[in-house]
């Protein structure tokens, strides 16, 4: 039986995953969340000391690596790695070493009935064909005030002023990369996330149910 595939792509902190977790449960699908592969990336480069603006530098070591992990882990949650992230998101040779794990991780779950996965360039590069694309829509200020309520509630510092820069920053870096910026895909439907998330789940259900 073909697997469904839902792309879910939107800028950062849009609220994508927790979107792609309940399409997941509601439809019994599975989730890959990309922007951990790219996290875990950027994680891996600096703990080997790799100067990440050397291209050849990151190339050769991406050759070496031979196994990748897809779990997410506190670790690679800080605002340092979300930063390194989207620096080295720009190179064709991340993207390319990316875009096959994202492959990969489909093409081995072979008794799942599909997949939601979600990023920033889904359904406009990586699974073009995907049976449904959803692109995800919030002001910046409103996405800087939900994860600094996050961050607080979640015991940690955090200073609004420098979220809302650090968002504004890796939304121009990602819409504005030659490589695989960050594009309404022509086919998506667009989500409104900016008022609660009852709304945001109404909309998508009500397009789900008429597919
Ligand atoms: O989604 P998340 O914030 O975890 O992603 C971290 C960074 O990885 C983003 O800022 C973005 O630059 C990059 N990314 C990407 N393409 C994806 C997923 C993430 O360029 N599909």
Redesign the pocket.
């Known amino acids: 039986m073909k697997q469904i595939i839902i792309t879910v792509d939107g800028p950062?902190a849009s609220g994508?995953e927790k979107i792609s977790k309940y399409i997941c449960k509601k439809y019994k699908l599975k989730h890959l969340?990309?922007?951990?592969l790219?996290?875990r990336l950027a994680y891996i480069l600096i703990n080997d000391k790799i100067n990440i603006n050397n291209i050849s530098n990151i190339n050769k070591k991406i050759k070496k690596i031979n196994s990748f992990s897809y779990q997410k882990s506190k670790r690679i949650r800080t605002q340092e790695i979300?930063n390194l992230?989207?620096k080295i998101?720009v190179h064709k040779c991340v993207r390319d070493f990316i875009n096959k794990l994202q492959h990969e991780f489909v093409s081995c779950n072979k008794k799942a009935r599909g997949f939601v996965i979600d990023?920033?360039?889904?359904g406009s590069v990586v699974f073009k064909n995907a049976d449904l694309k959803l692109y995800i829509e919030v002001k910046p200020e409103i996405r800087a005030k939900r994860r600094y309520k996050q961050l607080i509630d979640s015991g940690e510092k955090s200073i609004y002023r420098k979220l809302l820069k650090d968002i504004k920053l890796?939304d121009y870096?990602?819409k504005n990369r030659t490589n695989?910026p960050l594009v309404i895909p022509k086919d998506a439907h667009i989500i409104d996330n900016n008022v609660s998330f009852s709304r945001t789940v109404k909309q998508i259900n009500e397009i789900i149910f008429n597919l």
């Open positions: 950062a994508k969340d990309t922007g951990i790219y996290r979300s992230a989207s998101a990023g920033r360039d889904i890796r870096k990602d695989s």
